[in-house]
Each structure stands twice: as structure tokens, then as C-alpha cells.
């Protein structure tokens, strides 16, 4: 069982700990590295459990309370949830649980796409666990209630893509399916809701056309992190460049060089560990 860190005695020189059920937050990663490059970062996926977007919330919330756990473990002064399924079904337990900040996607994807919009028409792709819930939705309203959100669940994009097939003609097949009935619908702006859909933003762009568009939620994120940490004083202002560390949660992780090359981040050793687990009831 595993030890929940229930203090926050952080210090800036300490990790910021970021989350995914696999490979997908290593686009978030990405852009806060891009943003704050002395911070150390230690991002965890759970690729021994994932997909995460076909479970339901009991599961969803369990595994990311175990997740965190170990990232507080870690000594993460900021727990970055790089998972849109986790942020939308997760963020509160997560929240009322631990001491140190937690900080989800949905918020920040969703004000970049209500500031984007300009026809006030929204569509929304992600897990189907994400879309399920309407936090997007609850999110873009709670800025604009004029905004008309139109969702689709696309529960076949995380698998080609932790495949690699980012340009594969199977995936613009797919990308067709799931995006020509937003796009006769109207939309002129398309959240990305799933971290792992950045990789194929170029994929997207072909099928929707330059007019419509992409907002992801990384940039946004990263902005909020950053944010946070100045808030709280809790900025690393050491003079070296941030240390990336990875840990999956199994050993064989064919996806992961993909995703590596694709984002540029030169990850050079992936760690394992193992997950424990947390009795919901004890906490
Ligand atoms: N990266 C996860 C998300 O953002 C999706 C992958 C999964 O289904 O676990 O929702």
C-alpha cells in the first residue's frame, strides 16, 4: 500500500510531476519544457493500465490516486495531470486529497478554445470516457454559455497512435470518420482533447482544412504551470537546464521511442515502476 504525502513542505528546487495513462502527456511535457527549461520534471505513465478513456470513473479515479501517490513519492512540488480522461474524471478526488497543487488540462484547453472560436461553435474530440463526462462542455459554458459544443468520441485515435501510424492512411480514414460530421456541423475551432492527439495534428489539418482551428491543451497548461509555481514561489531558478526522468509503469514500451523522436525530447532511459495499491476507504 502505498504512503499518500499529505504535507507540502515544497522547495523550487524539487520535480514537477506530470501524469498520463501512456505517452500522450509527453506532449504537455513538451511544452513545459518549452516554457520553464530549468524545471525538473518527472513524468510517469501508466502504460501497464492504459487506455484509460474506455474505464469508468471508480477505476479512472483509483488508478490516478495511485499514480499521483507515487509522484508525491517522487517528490513532485506540482502534480501536472497530463490526461484529459484523468483531468475530467479524477481532479477533484485528486484535489481533496493531496496537499501539494494539482493542476488538470480541461481548464486550459477550454479557455484557449472559447478565446479561438469566432462562429461560437466548438467541436471536441477525445477519449470516450472524456467526452462522457462533458467537462468540456461544463468548462467552455462556464466561460461562454453562447458557445454551441458539439463532441465525438474517438476511441480508435490513442491505439494508431501509440503505434506510430500518425500519416498511415488507416488513421486519415479514421480521422474522416470521426471529423466529417463535426465539420458539417460547422465548427470553426477543434479541441484536441486527449494529450495523445497532438501527434497528429498534421493528420487533422488534412482532413479539416487550414479553417478550422486545432487548439490543444499544452501550451495553455504549461502557462498555468508556470503561473502557479511564480504564485507560489516555488520557481526553479537553478542555473542548468531542468532534468527530464520517465518512468512507465511496465517495462516493455514499444510506443515510447515514437513519441520520444516525434517530440524531440532525447529521453535517453525510461524507468519502471510498479504501481501499489491505494485503499480508497483508508484515506
Ligand atoms: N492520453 C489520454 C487522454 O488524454 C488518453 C489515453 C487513454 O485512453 O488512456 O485522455
Known amino acids: 500500500m502505498s504512503t499518500l504525502a499529505t504535507s507540502n513542505p515544497s522547495r523550487p528546487d524539487q520535480p514537477i510531476g506530470v501524469f498520463d495513462s501512456g505517452i500522450g502527456g509527453l506532449t504537455v511535457v513538451r511544452a513545459i519544457k518549452d516554457a520553464l527549461p530549468k524545471e525538473d520534471i518527472f513524468y510517469l505513465g501508466d502504460t501497464a493500465r492504459l487506455p484509460y478513456g474506455n474505464k469508468d470513473r471508480t477505476t479512472i479515479e483509483r488508478y490516478s490516486l495511485e499514480i499521483a501517490g507515487l509522484l508525491s513519492v517522487e517528490g513532485a512540488k506540482l502534480i501536472v495531470v497530463a490526461c484529459n480522461t484523468a483531468s475530467a474524471l479524477a481532479l477533484p478526488r485528486l484535489q481533496e486529497v493531496f496537499r501539494i497543487p494539482i493542476i488538470g488540462v480541461i481548464e486550459s484547453g477550454a479557455r484557449a478554445a472559447a478565446a479561438a472560436t469566432k462562429e461560437k461553435r466548438i467541436g471536441i474530440i477525445g477519449t470516450r470516457a472524456t467526452v462522457a463526462s462533458g467537462a468540456y462542455e461544463r468548462a467552455i459554458r462556464a466561460v461562454d454559455p453562447a458557445i454551441a459544443v458539439l463532441s465525438q468520441p ?18 486519415l480514414e479514421m480521422l474522416h470518420h470521426y471529423l466529417d460530421p463535426l465539420i458539417a ?22 482532413v479539416a482544412g487550414d479553417d478550422i482551428k486545432l487548439v490543444d491543451s499544452a501550451e495553455n497548461c504549461a502557462a498555468q504551470v508556470q503561473q502557479l509555481l511564480t504564485e507560489a514561489q516555488l520557481e526553479n531558478s537553478a542555473e542548468r537546464p531542468g532534468n527530464l526522468q520517465v518512468a512507465l509503469t511496465d517495462s516493455s514500451n514499444p510506443f515510447f521511442k515514437t513519441a520520444d523522436q516525434a517530440l524531440e525530447l532525447n529521453i535517453n532511459r525510461v524507468q519502471t515502476r510498479i504501481v501499489q495499491g491505494v485503499t480508497l476507504a483508508a484515506l
Request: net charge negative; with cysteine; charged share 20%.
Open 154 to 171: 474517438c476511441p480508435l485515435l490513442v491505439p494508431l497512435i501509440e503505434e506510430g501510424m500518425f500519416e498511415h492512411p488507416v488513421t
Open 185 to 206: 456541423e460547422g465548427i470553426d475551432t477543434l479541441v484536441l482533447g486527449c494529450t495523445h492527439y497532438p501527434l497528429l495534428k498534421k493528420a487533422i489539418t488534412e
